[in-house]
């Protein structure tokens, strides 16, 4: 932990040197964000997606105060930190948002957007409500994309099924859940509403959105940028 703080803490002075918000969106095509409930299968449609159209897409790696699930790898699902390393980014400015969910902070720093902006690929952010709420407001002209479970039923059994989380844990996530498409429910929350009831057409109607804004995706090696 020692040696990945202090390779964050240098990021954290390029991130508060960088431009006005800290990216410089219009140069470049917009962030596409992904946001949903824990357990609504993001993370497989990101991984599908990054498979099958590799080198167009540039993940931005979050930082997190809590610690490793089994299967996750520092610096490549998160960049795990302390609180009080954190809240020195955060007092630098280096976070395009940053939220807190059951005692956690996850943020999203100017300097992973940037190094995916500069590498000329498509910049995709997978995060929370709050995350949304404060990306919109940083005038990014970023494309949100709102990925919807089939039921809060199936959605419980998900939570349920990973068997990582006290029961707390999954209440609260639950209660966030029902949050997250209370506002996904508002006119123009989001520009396109995604129910994951079947894989392969879900990724069918990401992808058309996608082609939309940004063009025809070719293919490549893909890669995961981080800062």
Known sequence: MASQ????????????????????????????????????GKSTLLKLL?????NRFGFSVSHTTRSPRPGETPDVSYHYVSPDLFQSLVDA??????????????GTSKAAVQRVFDKGRICVLDIDLQGVKSVKERGL????VF???????ILETRLRSR?????SAIQARLAASRAEL???????????????????????ELVAFIEGVYGALKG???VVLDD
């Open 163 to 167: 068997g990582t989380e006290t029961e």
């Open 50 to 54: 990054f498979d099958r159209y590799p």
């Open 93 to 106: 400015d280096a976070f395009i948002e940053h939220a807190t969910f059951s005692g956690n902070r996850y």
């Open 147 to 153: 990925v919807k479970p089939p039921s809060m039923e």
């Open 220 to 222: 490549g090696e893909a």
């Open 5 to 40: 703080a202090g390779h964050v803490a240098g990021a954290s002075v390029a991130d508060a040197g960088v431009a006005k918000d800290g990216v410089a969106a219009t140069e470049h095509k917009p962030p596409l964000v992904l946001s949903g409930p824990s357990g609504c």
């Open 141 to 144: 002209g970023a494309k949100f």
């Open 182 to 204: 209370e506002y996904a429910a508002q006119p123009g929350a989001h520009d396109l509403v995604l129910v994951n009831d079947n894989l392969e057409r879900a990724l069918g």
